[in-house]
């Protein structure tokens, strides 16, 4: 994994994670602990046995715990801190645009900060020969919440969003995803984009990845099925995290 340490990685975590209150009153989503270790703490423990220790976060929702969470804990660590003050009114499109200037010219691995994973997911997506890809999850019973992925030819990713109909879908895009430098130029053009209209403000960053799709640049999905993820939105979602990340193994 020797190019892991040219990467850089975005985590995302803005949100106030208003589904899962009150757990989240008065403590940010992704401080949340599973079997004892915060959501955060295991990210980026994750990403510093990879080698990677450069991250961009994204922040908005009681930010200063999370800052000074990481500044504690990871001292070492090689951060920027990016603040979307308008987190209350815009989605991950919009915060997704912010880290323009700290990635713009890197491979990076974008992250939502609500999801609990295996380490062996980011091995896979380090290690993967395609430079732009989106974890799926095969092996899931999907439904309107998920970001769903219809794919041809050679795993590449055609769609992408919560409109897909699940039975032209392959699986779930878990929100982990590796982009080249190449195509972060792209990207983040496309975001400013978008971010001119008021009304794409709500827009996920998929909408991004679908315009480039469109524009024919590829993408392709990573099966990580069988390995163990999940995304926290809702208590029913962090007492699954639990019994999955609990089992002793």
């Given amino acids: 994994m020797a190019q892991s340490n040219k990467m850089k990685a975005i985590i995302l975590a803005a949100g106030v994670g208003s589904r899962i209150r009150p757990l989240t009153d008065n403590c940010p989503k992704s401080l949340l602990r599973v079997d004892g270790k915060t959501i955060l703490e295991m990210m980026i423990s994750h990403l510093q046995d990879c080698g990677i220790n450069e991250v961009v976060f994204v922040l908005g929702y009681l930010q200063e ?44 691995i974008k992250f939502d900060a609500d999801v609990v994973f295996d380490k062996e997911i980011l091995k896979k997506l380090i290690e993967c020969e395609h430079a732009n890809c989106l974890c799926i999850d095969k092996d899931i ?99 699954t995290a639990e019994k999955i990340f609990s089992q002793k193994t």
């Fill in 141 to 239: 019973n999907l439904d309107a919440e998920e970001i769903k992925v219809i794919i041809k030819d050679q795993n590449r990713v055609i769609k992408a969003s919560k409109t897909v109909n699940p039975k032209d879908a392959i699986g779930e895009s878990i929100g982990i995803e590796k982009i080249s430098s190449e195509t972060a130029k792209l990207l983040f053009s496309e975001l400013e984009l978008m971010m001119e209209d008021e009304e794409n403000h709500q827009e996920y960053y998929e909408s991004a990845y679908e315009r480039l799709i469109d524009k024919n640049v590829p993408f392709y999905a990573l099966d990580i099925s069988g390995l163990k993820w999940t995304e926290i939105d809702t208590k029913e979602d962090f007492i």
């Fill in 65 to 108: 715990q999370i800052k000074k969470f990481i500044k504690t804990n990871f001292p070492d660590l090689k951060t920027h801190f990016v603040t979307n003050e308008r987190y209350a009114e815009t989605n991950t499109g919009f915060s997704l645009m912010l880290t323009k200037n700290f990635v713009q010219r890197s491979t990076f």
